[in-house]
């Protein structure tokens, strides 16, 4: 039961989440005043995530890792509203010149510079606290968040199917033309194969006979997001539109 509470709570907050990020930007991205009070309560919501992260590690308690789990996503969340609102980006905010191989690839690097540092510095800000705790949800639920984010973009910049592109605003649309359209690749597989592997590892650890329910749903908490992520994945290659998923939310396209 304690599996089945986890992976529920799990997938309604990533749609849900992804969703009210979503709207909110949706509904004030004609006014500038709203951008920042949605901003202004990314950060607070950042603050508390930071605080949680810290504390969490020593609750070894299933309520530890439901919160635990929570303020790795609050972290998460602010890190996503500045780069859909074009704060936390790169220095290289122009379309792709046409040029390929390696000085593509760093102008493509250079757009996202910015959010990359802020993602290694707000690891290490999960990560230290809970290093050697008995604790580990918010360290574990937020580097499979990067580093499956990671390998999303690199997939993107090497060619998918799919590119989200309905997911951002029309500030952002430069990055597209740094996209392909792929209908296979290698490195798609490499990456579900990665995947795949640590999420074999991670449920075996969730499904350890004797196993205490702390460690049951702290491990299935990561585990679910792991898979989600995988899904995402397969959405990019996969014939479909992502975009109906959180169809309530886009609404009107953004400015």
Not at 175 to 191: C, G
Request: aromatic share 14%; proline share 5%.
């Amino acid at each position: 039961m304690q599996v089945v509470i986890a992976i529920t709570v799990s997938l309604l907050v990533w749609w849900l989440a992804t969703g009210l990020i979503l709207r909110a930007l949706r509904s004030v991205s004609t006014s500038r005043t709203g951008e920042r009070w949605v901003f202004l309560g990314a950060t607070v919501g950042l603050v508390v995530g930071i605080i949680g992260a810290a504390l969490t590690p020593q609750m070894q308690t299933v309520t530890g890792a439901y919160l635990g789990f929570a303020s790795a996503l609050l972290i998460w969340v602010w890190q996503e509203v500045a780069f859909l609102l074009g704060l936390l980006t790169g220095p290289n905010r122009s379309p792709c010149p046409g040029v390929g191989g390696w000085p593509r690839f760093w102008l493509a690097v250079k757009t996202v510079a910015y959010q990359e540092m802020a993602l290694l510095a707000l690891a290490i800000a999960v990560v230290v606290p809970a290093w050697d705790a008995p604790n580990q949800t918010a360290a574990g639920t937020y580097l499979v968040l990067w580093l499956m984010r990671l390998s999303a973009k690199l997939n993107i910049y090497v060619g998918v199917k799919n590119f989200y592109e309905s997911f951002l605003p029309s500030r952002l649309h430069y990055l597209l033309t740094y996209f392909r359209r792929r209908q296979f690749t290698y490195f798609f597989v490499l990456s579900m194969v990665c995947a795949g592997a640590a999420l074999f590892w991670v449920w075996g650890m969730a499904s350890t006979p004797g196993a205490d329910d702390f460690i049951v749903v702290g491990f299935s908490l990561v585990g679910a997001m792991l898979a989600l992520a995988m899904i995402e994945h397969l959405m990019l290659m996969l014939p479909c539109d992502p975009s109906r998923l959180w169809r309530w939310a886009l609404g009107s396209p953004s400015k």
